[in-house]
């Protein structure tokens, strides 16, 4: 018998339909699938059912990698693979392992010889950078900044000091509830000329994708209060 597989499953970036962002072959897979590595049980059910609505959902093996998961119980998650059963990783939202704790699984499948297979699907900080018309050759993810206001102004000139030093797009996340003070640090921390791409809601219905320079930014007001958005800034 062989060893199983791990299959990184993307996910949609809100409620539209999966196969709307996402290739047959993502249906096909999980539709052989039982066992479900995921961050919130509820959400992923919900999306495994909208994906494939014939699958039993009692059938589903349900393993949590979430801040209550311990870092021994997430050791064992990948021992059925040696029973040659294969496993799908999910992230809430977009493609397992880019600003999602899934990472540490597929690095545990690579320390135990696990084959990792990456799906096609919607990623929000690659589909931002495509859409920017910033440097697409040179680009770097920060994550979260500081949610200190003093501290993330210090690092949005940071960013922006490296941008111009190297010709590098800075990308970086703010949770959502928080994107108007971001917004506002931004007019306030950067200059003039330096251009800033803010993607909200991408493949969503609202979705809302700009790029202008911080002076430009100065006479528009974007609605993003709670809407997952992307930030991308150029000198």
Known sequence: ?????????????????????????????????????VENEKSARRFIKKLTPKKPQ????????????????VQHYLDVCKEGVSVGLLSEAGVPAIADPGADVVKLAHQQGVQVVPLVGPSSILMAMMSSGMNGQNFAFSGYLPI??????????????????????QIFIETPYRNEKMFDDLKSALHPETRVC????????????????????????PDLHKRPAIFIIQR
Request: aromatic share 8%.
């Open 148 to 169: 200190d206001k003093g501290d993330r102004k210090r690092e949005l000139k940071l960013l922006e000091k490296i941008s111009k030093d190297r010709g590098q797009s």
């Open 198 to 221: 803010i993607a909200a809601d991408i493949t969503l219905s609202s979705e809302y994708i700009k790029t202008y320079s911080i002076k430009e930014w100065s006479r528009v007001k």
């Open 58 to 73: 009692p059938d589903l093996k349900i393993m949590l990698v979430d801040k209550y998961a311990s870092a021994l119980e």
């Open 1 to 37: 018998m062989g060893i199983g597989k791990l299959y990184l499953i993307p996910t949609t970036l809100g409620e539209n339909e999966p196969l709307e962002v996402m290739p047959i072959s993502v249906k096909k897979v999980v539709e052989e699938l039982d066992y479900f590595i």
